[in-house]
Structures are given as structure tokens and as C-alpha cells.
């Protein structure tokens, strides 16, 4: 757990989430309210200071989980349109595999598939393994963060990929889902980790082709 504020340090930190508000707020302009937009901020803020090792990161990442589920509560709604297919990757600590397959597909499909990761118990730091092995193939896992699997991304998914994580994803009709019977790299030496890559890159370059991106 991070280490108490002084109150200088609470100041600045309530400073940086209310500047990552007005921020949301701009963006979302025209499709949720104020009240709306805070209420996701503020959701995602406390989902994220629970496990957070440095607090002084959890404005910023609050404020991309926060736009995340917006942007999916949107879709959803049908209040904007989204033409690229969207998949979802979920395991147990949203610290290795499903961040590694996200990476993967986001950077394999040259942008054109929205790309969303959670964890079911997510963990507070993604793992060292796997950021390195990810690095040394082209892949930057340095901005990644941990978040929880929320409704709404869940339902804002067309493809929803799970890898080890049971029954904690909720069923929604007309979906797609795949479970990856993939091994966990956490506690694994880099070589094993690096196998692991291979099984998730094969996949991915799998899934993409069925997307029809070539």
C-alpha cells in the first residue's frame, strides 16, 4: 500500500484528480453530464487507490480507466459510433497474459481493433517478466497499469478472450467469447515467459485474421 500523504501532498494529489475531471469533462462533452463523468472518475479512482503502490500515479491511471469505461458505456448506449471491432483480454491479475494480448493486438492490428485488458482480481503492478520480455520484442507495457473488469467493457466487447480467470466474467447474448487455455507467466524464469509470448503472439495473429485484419 502507498504511504500517507503530507498535507501538501493530499493538496497536489486532490489538485491532479480535479484538473483529470475537467479533462473527462471536455472530452465527454455533448455525450455524458458532469455528474456522470465525476461519478466513473471517482468509481475508478477508488478502485485503483485500494491497491496502488505510489499514489501519485492513480490521478493519471484513474483517468484512462475513466475514459475507458466511458467511452464503453457510450458504445453501448448507442451515443457514438464505433466502426473497428472491440475485444476484450481478461485473466485472473490483468498483470501478464491479458496485458501481454493486448499489446499484441493493438500494435499487431495497426489500430484498426479497439483494444481493452482487466483482471478479474487485478494485482497492483504488472509483471516485471513480462514488461521485459514484451520490451525486448518492440512492445512498451511501461503505461500499463492493472484495472478491474467492469460491466460495461465487458459488454461494450464484441470478442471477449479469457485466460484463466473461471466463471468472473459475466455472459451477455450475442457475443463472441474465447477462452485461451494459456500458462501463467507470473513466478515464471524469462525463457518460460518468452514461450508464453510466442503462444499469445500465435493466437493473436489468429484472432485478427478471423477480424479480417491482414
Not at 467492469?150 to 457475443?175: H, Q, S
Request: aromatic share 6%.
Amino acid at each position: 500500500m502507498a504511504a500517507a500523504m503530507t498535507t501538501a501532498e493530499e493538496s497536489l494529489y486532490q489538485d491532479r484528480i480535479l484538473k483529470e475531471a475537467e479533462r473527462l469533462q471536455l472530452e465527454f462533452t455533448g455525450i455524458f453530464g458532469v455528474e456522470t463523468v465525476n461519478r466513473y472518475l471517482y468509481e475508478s479512482l477508488s478502485a485503483l487507490e485500494s491497491r496502488a503502490r505510489l499514489r501519485e500515479f492513480v490521478p493519471l491511471f484513474a483517468h484512462r480507466f475513466a475514459r475507458e469505461r466511458l467511452q464503453s458505456l457510450a458504445k453501448v448506449g448507442g451515443l457514438v459510433r464505433v466502426d473497428e471491432p472491440e475485444v476484450l483480454f481478461v485473466c485472473v491479475h490483468n498483470a501478464g497474459r491479458s496485458q501481454m494480448a493486448a499489446a499484441m493486438a493493438s500494435k499487431l492490428s495497426g489500430g484498426r481493433v479497439v483494444v481493452r485488458s482487466a483482471g478479474s482480481d487485478p494485482t497492483d503492478q504488472l509483471n516485471p517478466a513480462a514488461v521485459s520480455v514484451m520490451r525486448e520484442r518492440g512492445y512498451d507495457l511501461s503505461q500499463e497499469f492493472p484495472k478491474p473488469l467492469t460491466d460495461e467493457v465487458v459488454r461494450a466487447a464484441d470478442v471477449v478472450i479469457t485466460m484463466g480467470c473461471g466463471d468472473a466474467c459475466p455472459i451477455y447474448p450475442g457475443k463472441r467469447y474465447l477462452d485461451w487455455q494459456v500458462e501463467d507467466p507470473a513466478g515464471q524464469p524469462a525463457n518460460v515467459v518468452a514461450k508464453i509470448a510466442d503462444d499469445i503472439e500465435q493466437r493473436v495473429r489468429g484472432l485478427l485474421g478471423e477480424l479480417g485484419i491482414r
